[in-house]
């Protein structure tokens, strides 16, 4: 069953209730996020006999690495050749098929919370973007977080002209609504994503000059097992490589874009050679006009619902955090699992693997069954195998300390605050930031609309003087943006005026309250603990030679 | 904004109408006001709360909020996220949209 946001009368409401569900029968399982990770635990703990609430911010499910058009638009699929669109057809017709599995469709969660039940409680406001007015409470006895990720930007002189979007935006923004930023789009950055966007935006239509990819390719070489041991991904590799040769794509290697040049949009860019610290060679910059740029550094795994209520992290090859999962993907938190990205970046099939493995084990405890040990065996090898290619991809598009030498003063760090490089670098070298936390306390940088989403790794370097420093994983009270009423709802006040005060009294008899993070043990690698390095702007060992 | 990009073919629904700033753009059914307007050659609503600079969709998903605009009179609506309607009205968000602060 879908239930979309906009449709008054979801699970557990009656009328106008401020905040639905609070006092319903608990779900078995919540699943936040139904991306790859999210969309197969959620229909495999369904069809092993759970009640399920796969709770999503889309219209649609298939989270990003699925995002396709609207039915109205007329396309079924993304208009770009997608390698591994079959298992997302098959999961829709699991999901089609569910008859446990709620489906609450543009529902944003901002926040979880164990209850003193032992029970979750998911915290979400609801419409396409959120401001639809009605908040949402779903409870359930285990939750699965599949939250997925977000890319990491490292910021470049001019990168906030219109014009300037990031590469996987430009591939949202393409799969869902048909469209391209422009006709010419030189695609940039570092990471596995970009050969994909430009092979998409080739295919759609765009001229694509240039891939300007920081890192060197050969770097995967050094992992030759690794890359063995996962032919499917080589194969991936070369069908991307295949069609950029079609569409003459020229690939720049071990380069970045250091400027964009125009005035009110994207006119043309300048591609510099780097070294191996991503340092850019002086007098290495040519010019490639184009209208747009898309632009990104890999991807973080979004975890601030986890971090809130206390769930250890660990440090990624890439320099990025991701939760420290156990073997059947539970937190350090009792009763909160994980799966896909936020453990880790590491694609689609490792997620689906992931996703089984988490709804398996939650069903085994949950009913008190022993999970199937052959199944069990066989994902987790796949798992270790993909995490493995994943760990070692990564590890060779870990931004090297010599990126902010692309950086001028004036140089936009923060999108949301408009602070300049400069103003950070003054809170760094005389006002003595150590980090990011500081340094947003003393220049705005992080404080914006986006929490510091985009401009995150950045501030984290600069405070760090390129030096392993430990920066803390990001902290976010409330993971999306929620409206005062929405709050105010949540304490038993109407959300709107004239509607009637909240009837429901939720079985305990205590009022609905805002959450409280559970008392829960912080592990030595927990949000608030002195992390470990942060890598990605730490110098890299060399190799010997 | 003279160069409209090309939109990819294949989808072939009745577009309608929608406006930015008065002036009349074509959406189709199920884009988002975002990708309405990228298909218009326009690539910034927003001017920045100090600069006053131009903004537009940049990440695409939701996240960044830099694709801000004011939709039928109500600011802050997320471009990227919200779908196109017909007789939609988009207006371009000065800073953070509102006549005066606090308002």
């Known amino acids: ?545 | 904004m003279s160069r409209p990009p090309a939109g990819p073919a294949g989808a072939r629904p009745e577009p309608f109408t929608i406006t930015f700033d008065g002036r009349p753009v074509p959406a189709l059914p199920g884009q988002t006001l975002a990708a309405a307007l990228w298909a218009a050659g326009i690539l910034a609503w927003r001017t920045t709360r100090v600069g006053g600079r131009p903004r537009g969709a940049f990440c695409g998903i939701g996240q960044c909020h830099d694709c801000l605009a004011t939709v039928n009179g109500v600011p802050n609506r997320r471009a990227c996220l919200v779908p196109a309607r017909p007789g939609d009205a988009l207006t371009t968000q000065e800073g953070h949209g509102h006549d005066r602060p606090g308002s």
């Open chain 1, 1 to 545: 069953m879908t239930v979309p946001a906009a449709e008054p009368g979801g699970p557990g409401t009656e009328g106008p209730h401020p905040v639905p569900d609070a006092s319903a029968d608990p779900y078995d399982l919540v699943v936040i996020g139904a991306g790859p990770a999210g969309l197969t635990g959620a229909v495999t703990a369904a069809e092993l006999g759970l009640t399920v609430a796969l709770v999503d911010s889309a219209a649609r499910p298939g989270g990003q690495y699925y995002r396709h058009p609207a039915p109205a638009l007329g396309a079924g699929r993304p208009p770009a050749p997608h390698h591994d669109w079959t298992p997302f057809t098959d999961l829709g017709h699991r999901l089609a098929a569910s008859r446990s599995l709620t489906h609450l469709t543009e529902h944003h969660v901002w926040s979880v919370a164990r209850e003193s039940d032992g029970t979750w409680t998911a915290h979400a406001v609801t419409g396409a973007d959120g401001t639809d007015g009605r908040p949402v409470r779903t409870r359930g006895r285990a939750l699965l977080l599949a939250t997925g990720a977000h890319e990491r930007h490292l910021p470049f002189p001019g990168w906030t002209l219109p014009g300037v979007v990031g590469a996987g935006g430009a591939q949202a923004m393409l799969s869902a609504g048909l469209v391209l930023p422009g006709r010419r789009v030189v695609v940039a950055g570092s990471g596995p994503l970009l050969l994909a966007v430009a092979a998409s935006l080739a295919a759609a239509g765009a001229r694509v000059p240039a891939v300007v990819e920081a890192a060197g390719y050969l770097r995967y070489a050094r992992k030759p097992r690794v890359l063995a041991a996962n032919p499917r991904k080589a194969a991936e590799a070369l069908t991307y490589g295949a069609g950029l040769l079609r569409h003459r794509v020229r690939l720049h290697p071990r380069s970045a874009v250091t400027r964009v040049h125009g005035t009110e949009r994207v006119e043309a860019v300048t591609v510099a050679r780097l070294d191996r610290d991503w340092r850019p060679l002086p007098g290495t910059g040519r010019r490639i006009d184009c209208d747009a740029l898309a632009v990104g550094h890999g991807l973080v795994p979004q975890i601030e619902l986890a971090t809130a209520v206390g769930c250890a992290t660990r440090v990624l090859p890439d320099g990025t955090r991701g939760l420290a999962l156990g073997a059947d993907q539970e937190t350090s938190v009792p009763g909160l699992w994980a799966a896909g990205e936020t453990g880790g970046v590491g694609g689609a099939e490792l997620a689906r693997a992931e996703g089984e493995t988490a709804a398996r084990a939650i069903a085994a405890r949950l009913l008190g069954r022993r999970a199937d040990p052959a199944r069990t065996a066989l994902l987790r090898r796949r798992r270790d195998r993909l995490r493995a290619f994943a760990d070692a991809m990564a590890a060779a598009h870990t931004p090297g300390p010599g990126w902010t030498g692309w950086l001028t003063d004036d140089t936009e760090i923060c999108r949301c605050e408009e602070v300049p490089a400069g103003r950070v670098r003054e809170a760094v070298t005389d006002l003595g930031a150590r980090d990011p936390r500081t340094v947003k306390l003393l220049t705005r940088a992080g404080m914006g609309w986006c929490q510091g989403r985009m401009c995150g790794t950045a501030v984290a370097c600069l405070a760090s003087r390129g030096a392993p420093a430990p920066p803390p994983p990001d902290r976010r009270l409330l993971a999306v943006p929620v409206p005062l009423s929405a709050l105010a709802a949540e304490e038993g006040e109407p959300w709107e005026p004239g509607l009637p005060e909240i009837r429901e009294v939720p079985k305990d008899g205590e009022a609905p309250r805002v959450p409280e993070p559970p008392a829960a043990p912080r592990p030595p690698d927990s949000p608030r603990a002195p992390g470990s390095p942060e890598a990605a702007c730490a110098p890299r060992p060399r190799p010997t030679p």
